[in-house]
């Protein structure tokens, strides 16, 4: 099977469809899944007036498991919710997918290295995470009590690990978001 082409350090600029939505793994990983639509306008120089072209719609996923990532799974859950501004930047893949009616289309999937709200038309607070210490024993006990301090109830969803949206949880997904 051909591979797929795939442009690393893209970044897109949208909305957020939804809440943040936390997938659980059987091993107590997560993926945070966010839908962002990109609203595009254009001018037109016949008509001098702005026109609204159709949102493009991305599946964003953010691996608990990458370490990479920091908070960055976290921090995105408890702070992000649904109409927010949100500048994305990632590695994106698209693929094509037919679906049920024969419609063809395409799945814009980012896997996130940052996400960053947008201070265009909201002020946001930042709360630093806790730093790291030198003490490893203490990092272990400031890590279990940042654990058990995450607590995104309203946003958290107990899905098995292969879901008809995402296929397994190792890549994301299908047409399953309604895009």
Partial sequence: MASRPKIDNFAVTGNLVADPR???????SYLVVLAVAENRRTFDNDTQQWVEAD????????DSRDRSLGNLPSNVSASLHKGDMVTVQG????????????????????????????????????????????DFAADLDMAAEAERNFAP?????????????FGNTDSMGSPGMGM
């Fill in 22 to 28: 936390v997938i659980e793994r059987e091993d107590g």
């Fill in 91 to 134: 590695n994106y893949q698209a693929s094509p997918y037919q679906d049920k009616n024969g419609n063809l289309g395409i799945n814009h999937r980012i896997w996130a290295t940052d996400v960053a709200a947008s201070m265009k038309f909201a002020s946001v607070e930042v709360t630093p995470n806790p730093k790291p210490s030198r």
């Fill in 55 to 62: 949102p493009v719609y991305y599946n964003v996923g953010l």
């Fill in 153 to 165: 109830a309203q946003n958290q969803q107990q899905i098995p690990a292969l879901t008809p949206e």
